[in-house]
Each structure stands twice: as structure tokens, then as C-alpha cells.
């Protein structure tokens, strides 16, 4: 699927900290870095995707801290999307909700990104998944009672987890986008079952399953045919058996539609190829195409409400030169 890197010895020292703090803009959305005390820091970032799933590694040489205040929650559009980050090696606390947890290598952590947070980084390695809250089978509330709480990853599903997170970046480059967004649904499932273990058999994430389980697999139907610009409510429902009325019951339940949802991915991707600098020289009208808008025009008018700007006016003021 490809992976962008990332490497701040990519600038000289003196510039450093103002080249990073504009990669982290466009890599993680708007947030306040800490500097390092050492400006000969040398970190990296590697960033992939498995459908609606991103897969962040960093590498933290020399300490930092990552904090994400309302105003950039504001700007940022993160409404609805949440991070499990995990430590490989190092240490790091993770602050929300007037919560703090310290990892040790191995534990995991949910951030609400919509939200404000704070990430304090020793020298560190993490890997970490950023998805929808509606990529995962779970009620937001289970996600949010768990924010900023250590989840073990010495034993159980915590174990598994952190075990599989671990791997995960440096096997992008092999993954194609079908494979990839097949994967992205297991890390998902993986993910839930790991914060279901560790909210009790009781609780609401234990018991909240099949309906979410459904919607999972029909977003991951959505997803590996976004490109598909024929791909309608009548398809979906038929491929995954299930009537059209049932199918659009089950997406007023989260209070949005089988077309608002299919609409909000295709230029979500879009907007994903907008940034990526290997795409700089891809015509905007063949981006859009590629993930299922047939007119240009439509795509520029539904983009420019979304985002705030026209497609080539968007990526012109964030690519770095």
C-alpha cells in the first residue's frame, strides 16, 4: 500500500524544530510540540494505511510532548476519530480526562483525538492505529470510559495486541490496498476485542456486538469498492444479505446515511492523496476519479464545503514545498 517517511535530519539543525513542527501539522493535524532539549534531534515518522485504519510509527530520540488543546481540536476535524498508541520501547504517559497513564514497553493507550490530550515521550518507539469510531464494533462510550488507561501488554489480549501493532509498520510496503483493507477490519477486530477484555464481561463493550460487527463489515465492503462509482445502498445490502431497509436502519442508528457515509470515505480518501506528496503531480480530477466521483465539478463543490478550500487550492497550502 506504501508508507511515507518522515526524518528530521532531513533539515539542518537550526531549522529543525519549525521543519518538524510543520510536518507534524501535516502528518498528525494540528498540535503544540514541546521542543526537544537537544536541537540535534533526529526522530522519524512513518505513516501507512489499511483502508480506514492509519498506521503511525515514531521513533523519539531525544523526549518531547505532543499536546492537543481545544483550539487545535477546532481546526483539526477529528470529530469521531480515535488513536490505540502502543509502546514498543521507551516510556511515555499519555493524559485525557483527567486520567494519566504511564506505559511500559508493550502497554496500549486509547486518545480521543477529538478531544484534548497530552503525550509526554521519552526516547521512544511507538506504534500507534488512528481510525473512525465506527470502524470498530464498540459504542463510543466504551471507547471514551477507557481513554488514557493503561491496557496491559504483557498478558491476554493486551499481549496479542501490542504483539501484532509491534510488526505492523514495516510490513506496509508488501500489503496491497484490497489485502490492506481487509487487514485494516482485523486490526479493528483486534482492537475490539482487546478493549472488551478490558472492560469486563458486563460492561456495555462486552454486550453492544452484533450490530456493530454487521456495520464493520459493511464499511469494509464500502471500503474495498470506493472506487467503484456505481456502488449504491441496492449492492451493498445484496452482498452482504441483508434487505435495503435493514440497511438503512442500521445507518440512521448512527445518525448518518448509507450515501453521507459512502461520500465522507471517497473524500476522505481523496483528501489522503491530496497530501501525499508522491501524488503532488496527479491532476486533482483524476484523484477524484479514482475514488468514484464522476464529475469534477460535483467533487470540487462537495470538497470545498467540507474542507474549507477547492482540491488544488488544499493541497497547494499544506504540501511543503
Known amino acids: 500500500m506504501g508508507t511515507r517517511v518522515f526524518r528530521s535530519v532531513d533539515e539542518p539543525v537550526p531549522t529543525r524544530f519549525d521543519y518538524w513542527s510543520d510536518i507534524a501539522d501535516q502528518v498528525i493535524g494540528p498540535v503544540e510540540l514541546r521542543p526537544s532539549d537537544d536541537p540535534d534531534f533526529r526522530d522519524l515518522w512513518r ?135 481487509r487487514l485494516g477490519t482485523t486490526v479493528a477486530d483486534l482492537l475490539t476485542a482487546t478493549v472488551t477484555g478490558c472492560s469486563g464481561p458486563g460492561s456495555r463493550a462486552a454486550a453492544d456486538g452484533h450490530r456493530h460487527a454487521l456495520l464493520a463489515q459493511i464499511r469494509t465492503f464500502i471500503e474495498l469498492h470506493l472506487g467503484d462509482p456505481d456502488l449504491a445502498p441496492a449492492r451493498i445490502a445484496a452482498e452482504n444479505h441483508i434487505s435495503i431497509r435493514y440497511l438503512h436502519k442500521l445507518f440512521e442508528s448512527e445518525e448518518t446515511s448509507v450515501a453521507d457515509w459512502i461520500r465522507r470515505r ?45 482540491p488544488g487550492r488544499f493541497r497547494d497550502a499544506r504540501l511543503l514545498p
Open 266 to 310: 471517497r473524500l476522505e480518501r481523496c483528501r489522503g492523496d491530496l497530501l501525499d506528496p508522491r501524488l503532488r503531480g496527479r491532476p486533482v480530477a483524476a484523484i477524484a476519479a479514482r475514488w468514484g466521483f464522476r464529475d469534477p465539478a460535483y467533487f470540487n463543490r462537495v470538497f470545498r464545503a467540507t474542507y474549507g478550500a477547492p
Open 47 to 181: 505513516l501507512g494505511r489499511l483502508g480506514a485504519v492509519g498506521v503511525h510509527e515514531g521513533v523519539v530520540t531525544r523526549g518531547g510532548a505532543l499536546r492537543y488543546r481545544e483550539h487545535h481540536v477546532r481546526r483539526a476535524d477529528r470529530d469521531g476519530m480515535f488513536m490505540v498508541t502502543g509502546l514498543v520501547r521507551g516510556t511515555m504517559g499519555v493524559e485525557q480526562d483527567d486520567r494519566q497513564a504511564v506505559l511500559r514497553p508493550g502497554d496500549l493507550a486509547v486518545v480521543d483525538l477529538s478531544r484534548p490530550s497530552r503525550v509526554v515521550l521519552g526516547p521512544c518507539r511507538t506504534t500507534s492505529v488512528v481510525f473512525p469510531r465506527e470502524q470498530v464494533p464498540l459504542h463510543a462510550d466504551a471507547l471514551t470510559a477507557r481513554t488514557a488507561s493503561r491496557i496491559r501488554g504483557d498478558r491476554g489480549m493486551g499481549a496479542l495486541a501490542s504483539s501484532f501493532l509491534r510488526g505492523l509498520p514495516q510490513q506496509l510496503d508488501a500489503i496491497d490496498d484490497v489485502s490492506g483493507a
